[in-house]
């Protein structure tokens, strides 16, 4: 491949890396980073040691259904071709909670913790579909949508979780949900732009003028490393089996001369080559193209069975007889064969690396993806202690044979064994963590910064009226990057319908935000009358527990719900207490002057930054004696940085004003401690954010 390429080609795909697949808060480096080697915290293949090995073994006759009568004696297995000991063994029947469980119905998902918790159970299978609209024709992706439909809607049971990408969504926006409803509306969404190379997002836009192999490259790139964060993803919230459909036409590099050519019905980009190009240099760049895209395609397998996910690919083209249809230049009849052959083999590839299989070259997509259940459904789970590993860092072969004869056996082809590094780390005591406080201020930003819903809201509170304590709720549309899908109108959300209900039954508030028509006597309602801005409702509630009911409203109707419970604390006693601390963001120092001169300014709800931005926090402190407020910048591990200057409030029953400076802060995530101190003893409120550049 010419190296000036090359080099376009990489520099896309950091610009596009940026926007596209990550991991967790917690490991935002596996999803970008290529992992040869397998990492410590990413593996699920080891059980109460670093040498105890487990492997999922799916038995079948020749018919496809599933075997379930073995037992351990029944099966063998060799590690590097040494005969290893079954240790345990267990035979996983589930049914997606078709049949009603003694804890009642499948609870919601709602929350990261509840899709958490959820995810981990051993009665709960775990699916997503990884939509690949680069690499799908739009007329592929109509076709494919009913299929895909059906097998949410009639395979799947309640208890089922499933989630729903993008490669140019972040996976960090993806729950894993059982609302199979709103992935079914997604999926009738699903348009695909395979040689469609119309820039959608300001992302695209930045490359719409390379060569259109260098494009092509680029999206294959994502597409991989989207779907690489995607496995990580599940790998963190389950180690059970977990089955992946990647809604492919397949990868390749190489793209032959008669796309190039200016006179194809394709757009014309600068510096293509045209049709004709000699022989040899084509040979040698489809021999380079195919090396590339057998070591992506192995990065994307290794981590797939370290992280124990196994990959269904499905062609949406069903009984596919040519790569490239009459609508695209015509490239010749073996050219046309060698292409279909690599894009249908790199499917394959993924599927017979990670025990999974390839639903490809066959009109009926959806038999195939009812073997996806089935797999999912009933398997073996057998355990050994390895009598051959040691911590080298090298991938172990694992085999499983049966004795019983007649049977198909499929498991994964083996493990990543620790380095001796990873080993140490594993075996050493655990090092002391930050404060419980502190961990759950950092879940907080975390949390709030991921996955964002249509909206994102701030609850806060302080001292009201009679003895009751007041209760701001604040909500914005979710900040969307340039990569994510654009919405539709009906999509964007309008006003949130908010009912705040006390333990007993009594009615707090009840209303729209915004809603101009609600009478000025009303409790206070404001709205920053900018679209995409926030909007803010204010009433006072009594001290206790709270039920706060949600619901997010657009052109299309409902887009979101949500019910909270909420303890509105009781502000009014002798004992020092703080109000909620507010932050208030602005961008230049005029911003700043009006915010704090404007007393009914709407917070952010934000708590992702840059140090270019300007940051003040409001916050009141109550108690007998008069009570000081200090402030103090930590680090995420809680230790203190810096002591923040606190301008006095000018009534006594006013706000203090904290500045928080941000420039001489490195990325990364930092918490506010918020100290009041008084003859009523001691309060204390952490307030976490994070910087990203």
Same mark, same amino acid.
């Given at each position: 491949?010419?190296?000036?390429?090359?080099?376009?080609?990489?520099?896309?795909?950091?610009?596009?890396? #940026?926007?596209?697949?990550?991991?967790?808060?917690?490991?935002?480096?596996?999803?970008?980073?290529?992992?040869?080697?397998?990492?410590?915290?990413?593996?699920?293949?080891?059980?109460?040691?670093?040498?105890?090995?487990?492997? *999922?073994?799916?038995?079948?006759?020749?018919?496809?259904?599933?075997?379930? *009568?073995?037992?351990?004696?029944?099966?063998?297995?060799?590690?590097?071709?040494?005969?290893?000991?079954?240790?345990?063994?267990?035979?996983?029947?589930?049914?997606?909670?078709?049949?009603?469980?003694?804890?009642?119905?499948?609870?919601?998902?709602?929350?990261?913790?509840?899709?958490?918790?959820? $995810?981990?159970?051993?009665?709960?299978?775990?699916?997503?579909?990884?939509?690949?609209?680069?690499?799908?024709?739009?007329? $592929?992706?109509?076709?494919?949508?009913?299929?895909?439909?059906?097998?949410?809607?009639?395979?799947?049971?309640?208890?089922?979780?499933?989630?729903?990408?993008?490669?140019?969504?972040?996976?960090?926006?993806? +729950?894993?949900?059982?609302?199979?409803?709103?992935?079914?509306?997604?999926?009738?969404?699903?348009?695909?732009?395979?040689?469609?190379?119309?820039?959608?997002?300001?992302?695209?836009?930045?490359? $719409?003028?390379?060569?259109?192999?260098?494009?092509?490259?680029?999206?294959?790139?994502?597409?991989?490393?989207?779907?690489?964060?995607?496995?990580?993803?599940?790998?963190?919230?389950?180690?059970? +089996?977990?089955?992946?459909?990647?809604?492919?036409?397949?990868?390749?590099?190489?793209?032959?001369?008669? /796309?190039?050519?200016?006179?194809?019905?394709?757009? $014309?980009?600068?510096?293509?080559?045209?049709?004709?190009?000699?022989?040899?240099? %084509?040979?040698?760049?489809?021999?380079?193209?195919?090396?590339?895209?057998?070591?992506?395609?192995?990065?994307?397998?290794?981590?797939?069975?370290?992280?124990?996910?196994?990959?269904?690919?499905? *062609?949406?083209?069903?009984?596919?007889?040519?790569?490239?249809?009459?609508?695209?230049?015509?490239?010749?009849?073996?050219?046309?064969?060698?292409?279909?052959?690599?894009?249908?083999?790199?499917?394959?590839?993924?599927?017979?690396?990670?025990?999974?299989?390839?639903?490809?070259? +066959?009109?009926?997509?959806?038999?195939?993806?009812?073997?996806?259940?089935?797999?999912?459904?009933?398997?073996?789970?057998?355990?050994?202690?390895?009598?051959?590993?040691?911590?080298? !860092?090298?991938?172990?072969?694992?085999?499983?044979? #049966?004795?019983?004869?007649?049977?198909?056996?499929?498991?994964?082809?083996?493990?990543?064994?620790?380095?001796?590094?990873?080993?140490?780390?594993?075996?050493?005591?655990?090092?002391? !963590?930050?404060?419980?406080?502190?961990?759950?201020?950092?879940?907080?930003?975390?949390?709030?910064?991921?996955?964002? +819903?249509?909206?994102?809201?701030?609850?806060?509170?302080?001292?009201?009226?009679?003895?009751?304590?007041?209760?701001?709720?604040?909500?914005?549309?979710?900040?969307?990057?340039?990569?994510?899908?654009?919405?539709?109108?009906?999509?964007?959300?309008?006003?949130?319908?908010?009912?705040?209900?006390?333990?007993?039954?009594?009615?707090?508030?009840?209303?729209?935000?915004?809603?101009?028509?609600?009478?000025?006597?009303?409790?206070?309602?404001?709205?920053?009358?900018?679209?995409?801005?926030?909007?803010?409702?204010?009433? *006072?509630?009594?001290?206790?527990?709270? %039920? /706060?009911?949600?619901?997010?409203?657009?052109?299309?109707?409902? #887009?979101?719900?949500?019910?909270?419970?909420?303890?509105?604390?009781? #502000?009014?006693?002798?004992?020092?207490?703080?109000?909620?601390?507010?932050?208030?963001? !602005?961008?230049?120092?005029?911003?700043?002057?009006?915010?704090?001169?404007?007393?009914?300014?709407?917070?952010?709800?934000?708590?992702?930054?840059?140090?270019?931005?300007?940051?003040?926090?409001?916050?009141?402190?109550?108690?007998?004696?008069?009570?000081?407020?200090?402030?103090?910048?930590?680090?995420?591990?809680?230790?203190?940085?810096?002591?923040?200057?606190?301008?006095?409030?000018?009534?006594?029953?006013?706000?203090?004003?904290?500045?928080?400076?941000?420039?001489? /802060?490195?990325?990364?995530?930092?918490?506010?401690?918020?100290?009041?101190?008084?003859?009523?003893?001691?309060?204390?409120?952490?307030?976490?954010?994070?910087?990203?550049?």
């Amino acid at each position: 491949m010419n190296p000036t390429v090359r080099t376009l080609a990489v520099s896309g795909v950091l610009l596009v890396a #940026l926007c596209t697949a990550g991991g967790r808060a917690q490991q935002p480096q596996q999803a970008q980073t290529p992992a040869p080697a397998p990492d410590a915290a990413a593996q699920p293949v080891f059980r109460g040691g670093i040498n105890v090995v487990s492997v *999922d073994v799916i038995v079948s006759d020749k018919n496809g259904a599933n075997v379930a *009568d073995l037992k351990q004696s029944d099966f063998e297995i060799t590690e590097d071709n040494k005969p290893q000991t079954v240790e345990t063994f267990k035979f996983i029947k589930l049914d997606g909670g078709r049949i009603p469980g003694p804890d009642g119905p499948p609870r919601a998902i709602r929350t990261d913790e509840d899709e958490e918790a959820e $995810a981990a159970k051993d009665d709960v299978r775990l699916f997503a579909i990884f939509l690949d609209d680069y690499h799908v024709r739009r007329l $592929a992706s109509m076709s494919v949508r009913d299929p895909l439909t059906k097998f949410v809607e009639t395979q799947l049971g309640p208890s089922d979780m499933i989630g729903l990408m993008y490669p140019l969504q972040s996976v960090l926006n993806v +729950r894993m949900t059982r609302n199979h409803e709103a992935i079914v509306q997604g999926l009738q969404r699903f348009s695909g732009r395979k040689y469609d190379y119309t820039p959608m997002n300001e992302v695209e836009q930045q490359y $719409a003028n390379y060569p259109v192999e260098t494009v092509e490259r680029i999206r294959n790139k994502v597409s991989l490393s989207a779907l690489k964060g995607l496995i990580i993803h599940m790998g963190t919230l389950k180690q059970g +089996r977990k089955s992946l459909i990647v809604v492919s036409e397949g990868f390749t590099y190489m793209v032959p001369p008669q /796309l190039r050519s200016p006179n194809a019905q394709m757009p $014309a980009i600068a510096g293509v080559t045209g049709a004709g190009a000699d022989p040899i240099t %084509e040979t040698r760049a489809n021999f380079a193209a195919t090396i590339d895209m057998q070591q992506d395609l192995r990065d994307i397998f290794d981590e797939a069975n370290r992280q124990n996910v196994s990959l269904y690919p499905v *062609d949406p083209r069903g009984l596919a007889v040519f790569e490239f249809d009459l609508s695209e230049p015509s490239v010749g009849f073996d050219t046309d064969r060698q292409y279909l052959n690599a894009t249908m083999d790199s499917l394959r590839t993924l599927a017979e690396n990670t025990d999974g299989r390839a639903i490809v070259n +066959r009109n009926d997509l959806a038999a195939g993806m009812q073997q996806i259940i089935r797999d999912s459904s009933a398997y073996y789970l057998l355990g050994y202690s390895s009598s051959v590993a040691t911590p080298d !860092g090298k991938f172990h072969e694992i085999k499983v044979r #049966l004795k019983r004869p007649g049977l198909q056996v499929r498991y994964r082809k083996g493990y990543w064994a620790y380095t001796a590094e990873d080993a140490a780390r594993a075996l050493a005591p655990p090092k002391p !963590g930050p404060a419980p406080a502190v961990t759950a201020a950092l879940a907080n930003v975390a949390s709030s910064s991921t996955r964002a +819903r249509v909206i994102r809201t701030w609850i806060g509170t302080s001292r009201g009226e009679s003895g009751k304590t007041r209760v701001t709720f604040v909500w914005e549309p979710t900040p969307r990057s340039a990569a994510d899908r654009p919405l539709a109108p009906g999509e964007q959300p309008s006003r949130v319908s908010v009912m705040a209900v006390g333990s007993n039954g009594s009615p707090f508030f009840r209303g729209r935000v915004p809603d101009m028509a609600v009478a000025s006597t009303s409790p206070s309602l404001s709205d920053s009358g900018a679209a995409g801005r926030a909007s803010r409702v204010v009433f *006072d509630a009594a001290p206790g527990k709270m %039920e /706060l009911r949600l619901s997010v409203e657009g052109g299309s109707g409902t #887009l979101d719900s949500e019910i909270r419970e909420i303890t509105v604390p009781d #502000l009014t006693g002798s004992g020092t207490s703080l109000s909620t601390p507010v932050l208030f963001r !602005g961008r230049t120092p005029r911003d700043i002057q009006q915010l704090k001169a404007d007393l009914q300014a709407v917070p952010t709800t934000g708590r992702e930054f840059s140090r270019t931005d300007r940051l003040f926090m409001r916050v009141a402190v109550y108690g007998a004696g008069g009570p000081t407020l200090s402030v103090h910048m930590l680090s995420r591990a809680g230790q203190t940085m810096s002591e923040l200057p606190v301008t006095p409030p000018a009534t006594p029953d006013g706000d203090a004003v904290v500045d928080i400076p941000l420039a001489g /802060l490195a990325p990364g995530e930092y918490l506010i401690e918020v100290k009041g101190t008084g003859a009523g003893g001691e309060a204390k409120e952490l307030v976490s954010f994070r910087l990203t550049s």
